[in-house]
């Protein structure tokens, strides 16, 4: 009756715990306030998963001069399917004067979730591993039509190492298309002259479909996007998601405004395994290598890494320079001090000098004066 | 209402000769400074960021710029034609650009001399700390050359005023309020100019949005006490019924100055390029979904930004700047300057010592500086050694340079004719010195009568050594006779010997 065995039935089996026990997906994002994350979440899972900074908040505690790690917890559902969603949201980040020491804070919570991972992993009994390993990082950059500014381009420099990064051009209904065109241009340069590693997705060679599709996604790194939470009428009579202005109405999911719907294909619908996968295979796995190889060859683990945190932490950098600074230019300005002194001195000396001069050639003058009344005098 | 009728007797006069009018514009990079500029004065006299190869544009001249990192190739100041991905992650640093540009109004013939002041490279930096101080520098050194001009004997007719009237600031358009970088420079540009804060890109906001983000603006501005331009208006001045003088266009000024007060910040669209709609070029932006005409008072304050710094407030500006900024900032110099002669206890002469080591005349270091910087408690001695000290630095100052009063003047005449660029700091340092000018010269009549008196005294002495020689010659004339009256007597030889002596 039966040809099979029913070795085969293996992937359906598996298909059946996985969409019972469901998935994990982090999600992070990094940029300037107001350049419209918080909106872009909303937007992309199209539910109110966080709520917008309350503006009056700000005035009990002044105004906020550090960065703070938010994280958004959620639980999605689709087709009884189920997929725990963390959205990991950095209020603050560029908002200050002073902003060298902002994307610390990014860069040691990627490595405390490796680092955390790494040892429940080792603990002997790990059946529920907290994971909270960044499988992707949406870096949002402002749309100033220019092309990265330094602080950009050194947070994508720390993040590309650590995390899928994926950049995002926000706001995208800021800048005429030609705009837009030339400035993702400049951007892209820039990535490639910076060597920041960004997210692409794999490009399959024996399925012709999805290389396409992959290859167009690479092409318009980085998205344009425009979000929005609320629908409204378009032109055409349907109720879209947009944002209305006086001057027309800018649709969210319009491939001739944002380049959304490509990012959401990026980020859920085709290429959430790969990010997963390769944050398990390469970002994971180099941490690790990194991280066992430093604590082979450095028995004091826990010093090593101290020294090596206060190294690296560019706080402790800053204030050493800054120390070190104030002691040189004391230096300097006492040593300032002594030249003129010095100066004054010989000046005095040579003054001195100069008087001593004159009147040894008044002594002279005199003398000669009285050779010549002797002379005279012998003469008479 | 008499000031009103003086104002307008100026406007009058101003109008004939042309009015000089000087603004800046702050603001993070891509926020469209340049391009409100440009749109402003319907000419391309900003260079934007980056040029596609082959545009001719005069670049603008720069007044003062500095870097982040000295051996960074990349500087604010140079002005990047061609785009270098390479070199995209260094700091540029931040510089200060002016550009002249003269306005021709059609109508009644005015003119205006317009100076616009950029600064590219503001809030490009991780660190923006640099950015701040070279703008205050910048400000403070502008009234510092009026400040010397006013102290001069004679001043030059040609003086040109480069004081900045106006600021406008761009606010980020974030959508949440203003941040720490927005607060913290507008409190410290508060005090050198008026700062008129404005939304740059508000195409970025639908009309809800922008309503919310002025709100928070202003909500952010009285929480944290901005100081920003304020349009003045009294709701009580108006009730006085008897004034009769109060003319329509009186009360329509004071009801617009409510109006703007009430739209401020402004929200601006700008946009260079034209676009042709129904046979019209329209300056606009095209979108896929839309057409923006910038010049739509709906959602673009650009119209209204444009009047009330080309027209209404431009006499405004100029005053207050003149009147009260520029008036406190004086007083605050010369308060300062003057502090140090003052006679105080010697514990704040001390501190006052201490503090404004910086600000006096480069003193010659000393003892008593070193003693200072030790704190060493006696300042009893230190008292006494610090007024030595000053003894010293004039003395010093005399054996350097001589500077007396007219060479002073002298100095700072010609130092105005080469101010252009780089001796602004050397000139803030003579302004600084100016008020010492009264001080210097009792001291130099001091001097003279002292040398006068030695003069005089030389010449006594001279007179009293002629007066010795003629005596010794005498003398030695009447020696002679008498050696000529001893040979003839015999005994020549031990004479000669004792009147060597």
Known sequence: ?380 | MNFLSSSALRRKKDTRRGVKFTIMVVGQSGIGKSTFVNTLLDTKIVPHKYEPIGTTIDEPKIASFSTIDDSSTINAAVFQRDFNPALADQEPGIAITESEVEILNKGDYSRIFLNVINTPGFGDNIDNEVCFEEIINYLKQQFDIVLAEETKFKRNPKFKDTRVHACLYFITPTGHGLRELDVEIIKKLSKYVNIIPVIGRADSFTKEELADFKRNILYDIEKFNVPVFQFTYDDDEEAIPEEDEMSDEEENILSENKYLQSIQPFAIISSEDEIEIDGKSIKGRQYPWGFIDIHNPEYSDFKLLKNVLLSTHLQDLKDLTHDYLYENYRTEKLRAVNGINDETTPETKKKEFLGSRDSYIPEPPSLSNLNALANIKDSMILEEQNEKDFANILDSAQLNSQPSISSFAQETISSQKSIDSKNRSQLRLLSETVPYALKQEQIQQRKQKLAELEAKSAKEMKLKEEALEKKALELKLREQELLAKMSELGISGNASFASDN
């Open chain 1, 1 to 380: 009756m039966s040809d099979f065995v029913g070795i085969s039935n293996l992937p359906n089996q598996r298909y059946k715990i996985v969409s019972k026990t469901g998935s994990t997906f982090t999600l992070m994002v990094a940029g300037e306030s107001g350049l419209g994350k918080t909106t872009f979440i909303n937007t992309l899972f199209q539910t109110s998963l966080k709520s917008h900074v309350d503006h009056k908040a700000r005035h009990q505690k002044g105004i906020r001069s550090t960065v703070e790690i938010d994280i958004v917890r959620a639980e999605l559902e689709e087709k009884d399917f189920k997929i725990r969603l963390n959205i990991i949201d950095t209020p603050g980040f560029g908002d200050n004067v002073n902003n060298r020491r902002a994307f610390q804070p990014l860069i040691d919570f990627i490595d405390d979730q490796h680092d955390s991972y790494m040892k429940q992993e080792q603990q002997p009994t790990r059946s529920e591993i907290k994971d909270l390993r960044v499988h992707a990082c949406l870096y949002f950059i402002r749309p100033t039509g220019h092309s990265l500014k330094p602080l950009d381009i050194e947070v994508m420099k720390k993040l590309s190492t650590r995390v899928n990064l994926v950049p995002i051009i926000s706001k995208a209904d800021t800048l005429s298309p030609r705009e837009i065109n030339e400035f993702k241009q400049r951007i892209r340069a820039v990535i490639e002259a910076q060597e920041i590693k960004i997210y692409s997705p794999p490009i399959e060679i024996d399925d012709e479909a999805s290389a396409e599709h992959s290859k167009i996604l690479i092409e318009s790194i980085p998205f344009a996007i425009i979000g929005s939470e609320t629908k409204v009428q378009n032109p055409e009579g349907e109720m879209v998601l947009g944002r209305e202005y006086p001057w027309g109405i800018a649709e969210v999911e319009n491939e001739q405004h944002s380049d959304f719907l490509k990012l959401r294909s990026l980020l859920l619908r085709t290429n959430m395994l790969d990010l997963i996968l390769s944050t398990e295979e390469l970002h994971y796995e180099t941490y690790r290598a990194l991280k066992l190889d430093a604590s082979n060859g450095n028995k004091d683990d826990s010093r090593s890494k101290l020294t090596k945190r206060f190294n690296n932490n560019p706080q402790f950098k800053e204030e050493e320079d800054q120390l070190k600074k104030v002691f040189t230019d004391q230096v300097k300005a006492e040593e300032g001090r002594f030249r003129k002194w010095e100066q004054n001195i010989i000046n005095e000396r040579q003054r001195m000098n100069l008087d001593l001069e004159s009147v040894q050639h008044q002594i002279k003058q005199l003398e000669e004066q009285i050779k010549d009344l002797n002379i005279k005098k012998g003469y008479k």
